[in-house]
T-cell receptor, first 115, second 114 residues
Framework: EPEVTQTPSHQVTQMGQEVILRCVPISNHLYFYWYRQILGQKVEFLVSFYNNEISEKSEIFDDQFSVERPDGSNFTLKIRSTKLEDSAMYFC?????????????FGDGTRLSIL | GENVEQHPSTLSVQEGDSAVIKCTYSDSASNYFPWYKQELGKGPQLIIDIRSNVGEKKDQRIAVTLNKTAKHFSLHITETQPEDSAVYFCAASSPAGGSYIPTFGRGTSLIVHP
């Protein structure tokens, strides 16, 4: 079964540094999402992306965050200047059609640790 | 905005018993309610969902019920097995304002003892 893949599985970064998290969505999917899960807390929506632009974003997704689909397969989340509170699991998801009422397929996440 | 409460936070059962996880939501416009299972080190995986035009949906040992009047929905797992052990999240989506951003509950850690 096709999967969403995320790399790296664990990223350790110094506070203030830039970090890029990478995702390869399922190949025929058109909608892409990033979520965040702080340890022991609920999953939180960050951003959705369709047709090479952001379609929705949450309050968490401030100017320090950006997303990009640099080629036909990768979908990236960049945090420009990381803060301690950015430490979390970051999940990428994709869906075949628009947008929320069809199953979203999640990757296994990247654990981001900010020191 | 939407607020989803989920109970219990931890649920421990013996293999073969039933498990019930309950969620309440605040936005009466919410009309899509997915449930996700998250195993250790993995991302959430959709296991069942329900839309507001039905009251109950069943898929083998898993069922979900929805009470729109009371604004609550529940996940029922029958004949639990050790491999059902995981964290389960409920979520609610509302089309209000054209957005379907899902709001998740805090999760229930289900432990099934052999």
């Amino acid at each position: 079964e096709p999967e969403v893949t995320q790399t790296p599985s664990h990223q350790v970064t110094q506070m203030g540094q830039e970090v890029i998290l990478r995702c390869v969505p399922i190949s025929n999917h058109l909608y892409f999402y990033w979520y965040r899960q702080i340890l022991g807390q609920k999953v939180e929506f960050l951003v959705s992306f369709y047709n090479n632009e952001i379609s929705e974003k949450s309050e968490i997704f401030d100017d320090q965050f950006s997303v990009e689909r640099p080629d036909g397969s990768n979908f990236t989340l960049k945090i420009r200047s990381t803060k301690l509170e950015d430490s979390a699991m970051y999940f990428c998801a994709s869906s075949e059609r628009s947008p929320w009422v069809v199953p979203q397929h999640f990757g296994d996440g990247t654990r981001l640790s900010i020191l | 905005g939407e607020n989803v409460e989920q109970h219990p936070s931890t649920l421990s059962v013996q293999e073969g018993d039933s498990a019930v996880i309950k969620c309440t939501y605040s936005d009466s416009a919410s009309n899509y309610f997915p449930w996700y299972k998250q195993e250790l080190g993995k991302g959430p995986q959709l296991i069942i969902d329900i839309r507001s035009n039905v009251g109950e949906k069943k898929d083998q040992r898993i069922a979900v019920t929805l009470n729109k009047t009371a604004k609550h929905f529940s996940l029922h797992i029958t004949e639990t097995q050790p491999e059902d052990s995981a964290v389960y999240f409920c979520a609610a989506s509302s089309p209000a304002g054209g957005s379907y951003i899902p709001t998740f509950g805090r999760g229930t850690s289900l432990i099934v003892h052999p």
